[in-house]
């Protein structure tokens, strides 16, 4: 953020660089199902990220002394592989990997019946692939639908989006130009049923007026995706019935 450009990110029509309109996502797919070493995974392509999550668990907690004996432990673990970025990005944990790890913990933790499961972790891996702008909020949203193919009780699907400011227009889902050089970006993770708040991060600069405005458009955005969740749920288990 915050590095001013002279490069146009609307034009004169209203139209973002890539042709969106401010409150259009960009292409998202979803596949549920993609691991066979995982008890649940799923991927994600959305824009130009691709993602793929994995699930273990619930499982004993080792070593004994990290058990909590009344719930479950979730462990995100966010990383980004070296070959994600343009510049190829030193393999582990960086800052950012380990912040986004504990922020994804407690979103996912938000919706899953940790209690029914003491003494146990529930390990969830998110491994970004390719880059391109809302990697956290793609990673919420795929690292949900493996949570839910491990069959892990959750009271609702987490979904993650984001919106923010670019030219002083307040848009849904920046890629990465809009990211690099807009104002302001707001990642969320929201509870669609409840319309509770799992996550709400602020990068750069935004009137309280323009943040209710860019919240409420995440917010109906991440209805569109919980049904695009649903359905890819939905197309894993009524393939599983044709083959039996």
Same mark, same amino acid.
């Given at each position: ?83 994600? !970025? ?11 990997? %380990?912040?986004?790890?504990? $922020?994804? =913990?407690? @979103? &996912? ?14 390990? !969830? ?11 956290? %909020?793609?990673?919420?949203? $795929?690292? =949900?639908? @493996? &949570? ?97």
């Amino acid at each position: 953020m915050g590095m001013k450009s002279d490069i146009k990110l609307i034009d004169d029509n209203g139209l973002r660089i890539d042709g969106r309109l401010p409150n259009q996502l960009r292409p998202i797919k979803m596949e549920v199902g993609v691991l066979k070493r995982a008890d649940g995974s799923a991927y994600i392509e959305w824009g130009g990220n691709k993602i793929i999550a994995a699930v273990y668990g619930p499982r004993e907690a080792y070593p004994k002394h990290i058990q909590d004996p009344n719930k479950a432990i979730v462990r995100a673990r966010y990383n980004m592989a070296s070959f994600s !970025v343009d510049e190829r990005k030193k393999p582990g944990p960086d800052r950012r990997s %380990v912040e986004l790890s504990k $922020v994804i =913990s407690e @979103a &996912l933790e938000s919706v899953i019946f940790t209690e029914r499961f003491p003494r146990t972790t529930i390990d !969830v891996f998110i491994e970004v692939l390719q880059a391109d702008a809302g990697t956290r %909020v793609a990673g919420i949203t $795929v690292a =949900s639908l @493996a &949570l839910a193919d491990a069959g892990i009780p959750m009271k609702d699907l987490i979904v993650g989006c984001a919106a923010g400011k670019i030219d002083g227009v307040v848009v849904l889902d920046l890629n990465k130009e809009e990211d690099n050089y807009g104002e302001a970006d707001v990642p969320m993770a929201i509870i669609p049923r409840t319309k509770e708040i799992a996550l709400l991060q602020m990068d750069g600069d935004m009137s309280y007026e323009e943040l209710i405005t860019a919240m409420d458009m995440a917010m109906e955005a991440a209805q569109e995706i919980h049904r695009m969740q649903i359905e890819a749920l939905k197309r894993k288990y009524t393939e599983i019935e044709e083959v039996e």
